[in-house]
Each structure stands twice: as C-alpha cells, then as structure tokens.
C-alpha cells in the first residue's frame, strides 16, 4: 500500500520543494501526494479521505496552520495520523502552540532535504506498522506463512532423510552418504542451470534412490562376496521396488524420488538398468544421481572397500563422460570439484565409520 501524504502550503515554489523532496524516500516505493494551497479546501478533503500523513505550513492567508491543525485533529480518523508543521520562524511559543494543538513534529525553513527526508520516514514507518492494522496483520500472515513454510520444508527434509536411510543402514552405508549425495546432487542441478525450485527438490529427492533396496533380502544385501548371476538380478530390483513404493503419490516430490530410484543406474551409453535407456531418454535427475552417487561411493570407504584416491576418482568420473555417465553432469561436476570435496568434507564419514570396520570385499552397487 502507497502512503498518502498531504501538503498543505500557501506557496507553489514551497510545495514544488516538498514535492522534490518526497521522491526517493527510504524504504518508500511509491508516495502519493495531495496538494492543498488553503486550509479550508484541505479540510473538505479530509471529511472523505484519509491521509498517512499532514506536512502543514504556519503562515498562511485565512485559515493559518495551526488553526487547520486544530479543525482536522477533531475529525475522529485523523487522531492518529501524525502532522508535521513547517514554518520560517523558530519561536519557541509559537513551536510550543504547534505541538499543542495537534503537532507531532516541527521543521524549521530552510528545510534540510536529508532531516527532512529521515523525520517523515520515521513517521512514516511508525503510521504504517501501528496505526494502520490491516497492513500490520499482511506483514504479520506473511511472516507467519513463511515461517511455516520453512518449518513444514525443514521437516520434510528430516522426514525424507530418516526414512532413506533406513533404506541403507542394512549395508552399513553411512547416514552422511545421503546428504553429501544430497548436496551434491543439488550443486550439479544448479550448474546445469536449473531453476531453484528444481534444486530444492533434487535435493530432498536424490536421498531416495536407494529406498528399494529394502527389498531386497538380508542374504544378497549383506553377502560378503561375489553375486552369483542370480542373486545379481534381484540386487537390480531394488530400482524398480523404490519406483513402484514411489511412483503413484500425489506428491510431486515422491514422484521425482520414484524417478530417481528408477533411473540412477541407467547409463548414458545404454548398458545400465533396469530399461538400459540411451542419453537424454534417462531422466535428467537420474543422470544427476548417478553422477553423485558413483562420485561418492568412489571416494568413500565402505565395508567392501577402501575409499579411491581423489587422482583416480576423477580419472575414472572423466574416463566414463559420455559411456556411464552424463558428458554434461561430468562437466560441471569437474569444473565445481572443490565445493563438491568441500560437501566431502562437511559430511565426512569418519566420526561414524572406522578404518577397522573395512572389509576386503568386491561388490558393485550403490
Ligand atoms: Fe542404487
């Protein structure tokens, strides 16, 4: 809402000052003014309409300010609109016989532009935040709206986040797997230009992509060797069990995770699984996952491996743009290397994992 300041001045030159001096008032998008060069015409107005604020000048033929100050003080809306008197002379009674009769403050010509402009805001604010509850109570829902809308996402975020890692805490993959994928997954999506809606949800999706494997049985899950051919194709299945859970919800959220699951381990050359999609056919945030997930695991210790050296990661990551991976993923995830360790970093495994828990296991699945 535009504030609505009324001047009141016998002068044309000295309402052209004020008017100047209106334009570009901090934090004040828009000011509407009101101009009035006799009393008597300005009290019409005011029967029917209702100003934020009365800059009123003493000195005036008929009507003088003070007189006005005390006819528009009786109007029963304009006992809290505040009113600024302006005058050249700076006589103590005469300053004590404005504010008496209905001034909240008093400048004194030559009007400094910046004391000026500083009093009026400070007015200003003051009408707009108290005085005028309807403005407060917008103000207040959209606070309260965005605090709510910060918490509910804050626990999604917990929500999603436990229950992927229920996913893994059967193979030992850490917790902090989920969020450096997580973080990382966003940062791609980020630099591949996507909007930050998209970002936002990546990031609360991509720990999902391993939300099937909670159907896949103990005995092939936490076998410590080789899978036989068998047993292979149902560790497969987890992406097509996190698809079906996933898939159906109305939430459009949910629904990116089932697409995650589905896809995080197609290839862009078309030899992953499970539908051995080619390229741009894989959806863009299973390419983005896979890109995440593999970088992680390669540079995490897991019970069947120790963790690559950062030299022989990339080496790997670059030797398959274009074969495993997205060419464009791998680009931007190359270029953005030291945020990606930075999330490494952050989210390091180290205070939940041991070295002595590592076990000289072979297996390849993330
Ligand atoms: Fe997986």
Known sequence: MNPIILLLDDSKENLDVMQRMLKGLPGMESINSVIFSAGHEALVWCRENEPDICIVDYNMPGMNGIEFLVEVRKLPRFKGIPMVMVTGSSDSELRQLALVSGANDFVTRPVNPDDFKVRLCNLLTLRMSLVNPLGRVERLAHDVELLSRQT???????????????????????????????????????????????CDMIYLAAPMHDIGKVGIPDKILLKPGKLSPEEWGIMKTHTTIG???????????????????????????????????????????????????????????????????????????????????????????????????????????????????????QRGIG
């Open 243 to 361: 698809h079906e859970v996933l898939k159906d919800s109305s939430s459009s959220l949910l629904r990116m995770g089932a697409d995650i699951a589905h896809s995080h381990h197609e290839k862009y050359n078309g030899q992953g699984y499970p539908r051995g999609l080619v390229g741009a056919k894989i959806p863009l945030v299973g390419r983005i996952v896979a890109v995440a997930d593999e970088l992680d695991a390669l540079l995490s210790v897991r019970p069947y491996k120790q963790a690559w050296t950062l030299k022989d990661v990339l080496e790997q990551m670059r030797q398959e743009r274009g074969r495993h991976f997205d060419p464009d993923c791998i680009d931007v995830m190359l270029r953005n290397i030291d945020a990606v360790l930075e999330i490494q970093k952050r989210f390091s495994d180290f205070s939940e994992m041991s070295l002595s828990n590592v076990r000289p296991l």
């Open 152 to 198: 509910i996402e804050r626990e999604h975020e917990q929500i999603i986040f436990k229950l992927s890692q229920l996913s893994t805490a059967r193979d030992e993959e850490t917790g902090n797997h989920m969020h450096r994928v997580a973080h990382i997954a966003r940062l791609i999506a980020k630099q591949l230009g996507q909007d930050e809606q998209f």
